[in-house]
């Protein structure tokens, strides 16, 4: 079992700047890669970007490429989420996932998730 906890979100002004966490905890030699996903009221959850736990290796979805930065700490097992020149587009509550296996963009077969923290943008 691997607990995720994610922190950094807030209200910010379009065009403004956060830095969202995820800590690792627990069984983490299950998760070869982490990613963080987000969700806007009423709609689906969606990919936003990925990491290879081991190699680095990063993927970004195309709506926020080039504004957005994931980088990781294997030995603190952390993640984050840099998030610049942030759109009123951009709110939504953010989810950091781990699983084990080959790197994925695809909600379902993530099985660990955080608990999520709220983005806001105001324009």
């Known amino acids: 079992q691997v607990r995720l906890v994610e922190s950094g979100g807030g209200l910010v002004q379009a065009g403004g700047s956060l830095r969202l966490s995820c800590e690792a905890s627990g069984r983490t030699s299950d998760d070869s890669h982490r990613a963080w996903f987000r969700q806007a009221p009423g709609e689906a959850r969606e990919f936003v970007a990925a990491i290879s736990w081991s190699g680095g290796y990063t993927a970004y979805a195309d709506a926020i490429k080039g504004r957005f930065t994931v980088s990781g700490d294997v030995a603190k097992n952390l993640m984050w989420l840099q998030l610049n020149n942030l759109k009123p587009e951009d709110t939504a509550v953010y989810y950091c996932?781990?699983?084990?296996?080959?790197?994925?963009?695809?909600?379902?077969?993530?099985?660990?998730w955080g608990q999520g923290t709220q983005v806001t943008v105001s324009s």
């Open positions: 996932a781990a699983k084990p296996g080959a790197l994925s963009l695809r909600v379902s077969t993530y099985i660990y």
